[in-house]
T-cell receptor
Framework: AQTVTQSQPEMSVQEAETVTLSCTYD???????LFWYKQPPSRQMILVIR??????QNATENRFSVNFQKAAKSFSLKISDSQLGDAAMYFC???????????FGSGTQLTVLP | ETGVTQSPTHLIKTRGQQVTLRCSSQ?????VSWYQQALGQGPQFIFQ???????GRGNFPPRFSGLQFPNYSSELNVNALELDDSALYLC????????????????FGPGTRLTVL
């Protein structure tokens, strides 16, 4: 079974600074996808970024980028120019090529300080 | 493009009762997945529906059941409610591609907060 580990229960960052959230996963599969979702206090789970395992290039979405290290099974999220609206719980999630489900980590609570 | 919607927003039930939660999928999506998120934890997969049939199931007992309708909307039913069923229930829709048999990115609804007393 796949597992996803987020070792940082809480992180904080100063507004306009950069922060990196860590995620590691365990799998024996070669075809899979990795995601970062954010969940603000409103509870809605919002997609931040997606990475296909077969792609060597790291995904980027505006201020959000990932560092995908397939051999190390590591998938970190970098948030540049942090904004107050980035404050949320961030979940790393794994999705295999033939799976029916997302497997989530335990989350990292990000606080953005003004 | 209409996003994923869920109803009701909040629900309070007592132990032993039955509950039905509803989800409307995003336009163009044909697959619905349900997740349970206990307070302070990541979501746990309950099951997925595709073409009106259960297409995968997590480690949840049979008293958790579901339906998918021809318009791809879905219901989650929970019988004989227990105190531990208190959680946020999230619905996610996606598009399952027959070619390659792969499901696309899942997009989530706002959730239903269930409290069991």
């Amino acid at each position: 079974a796949q597992t996803v580990t987020q070792s940082q229960p809480e992180m904080s960052v100063q507004e306009a600074e950069t922060v990196t959230l860590s995620c590691t996963y365990d799998t024996s599969e070669s075809d899979y996808y990795l995601f970062w979702y954010k969940q603000p206090p409103s509870r809605q789970m919002i997609l931040v970024i997606r990475q296909e395992a077969y792609k060597q290039q790291n995904a980027t979405e505006n201020r959000f980028s990932v560092n995908f290290q397939k051999a190390a099974k590591s998938f970190s999220l970098k948030i540049s120019d942090s904004q107050l609206g980035d404050a949320a719980m961030y979940f790393c999630a794994y999705f295999s090529g033939s799976a029916r489900q997302l497997t989530f980590g335990s989350g990292t609570q990000l606080t953005v300080l003004p | 493009e209409t996003g994923v919607t869920q109803s009701p927003t909040h629900l309070i039930k007592t132990r032993g009762q039955q509950v039905t939660l509803r989800c409307s999928s995003q336009s163009g999506h044909n697959t619905v997945s349900w997740y349970q998120q206990a307070l302070g934890q990541g979501p746990q997969f309950i099951f997925q529906y595709y073409r009106e049939e259960e297409n995968g199931r997590g480690n949840f007992p049979p008293r958790f059941s579901g339906l998918q309708f021809p318009n791809y909307s879905s219901e989650l039913n929970v019988n004989a409610l227990e105190l531990d069923d208190s959680a946020l229930y999230l619905c996610a829709s996606s598009r399952f591609n027959l070619i390659g048999g792969k499901a696309d990115t899942q997009y989530f609804g706002p959730g239903t907060r269930l409290t069991v007393l």
